[in-house]
């Protein structure tokens, strides 16, 4: 059952991804800032040719990135296979799955990827980012905890019996 969730929370990464995309790329034609919290968020749509949040822009090598998101498909694939999945973490390694895909999606289609998402605070902004690089962060934190919960219970040590004389 937890590879269902994993194929399912990829599956709904990458359609949330996309449908997002497509509407920020027609909704937001007009290139002008959309407030929805001021002084914090706004949807303003970009082009990322570079990696994650817009690293790497000036040096962007399309097929660079496109093997990059494979091999990370690939790695993410390897190991659901290799480890016994539990619940969150068929979550957790869905979640950047389906948010590689997705951006490896716009990168075979469109060359680039579809950023729209603008948080800031006063004038100093995050890069901006889309459903897909929210989806790998998430996955990625859950990742984290579900690591770190497992070395707490690992190092556990069982307290001493008590032993009748």
């Known amino acids: ?15 949330a991804d996309q449908t997002s995309k497509h509407w920020a790329l027609s909704a937001l034609a007009d290139q002008q800032p959309h407030p929805i919290i001021l002084g914090f968020l706004q949807l303003d749509l970009s082009t990322n040719t570079g990696a994650a949040f817009g690293i790497l822009q000036s040096n962007a ?15 993410m694939a390897a190991i659901m296979l290799r480890k016994s999945l539990t619940f969150p973490l068929a979550l957790a390694i869905g979640l950047p799955l389906g948010g590689a895909i997705g951006n490896l999606i716009d990168r075979l289609n469109r060359g680039y990827v579809v950023d ?30 579900i690591s770190f919960r497992g070395r707490k219970s690992d190092s556990k040590v069982e307290p001493p019996r008590n032993v009748e004389r």
């Open 116 to 145: 729209f998402i603008d948080a800031y605070i006063g004038r100093h902004h995050w890069p901006t980012f889309n459903v897909a690089d929210s989806c790998i962060c998430i996955g990625a934190v859950l990742l984290l905890l």
């Open 1 to 15: 059952m937890p590879v269902i969730l994993l194929f399912l929370t990829a599956a709904l990464a990458v359609v």
């Open 61 to 75: 090598s399309r097929l660079g990135f496109v093997a990059v998101g494979l091999c990370i498909v690939i790695v």
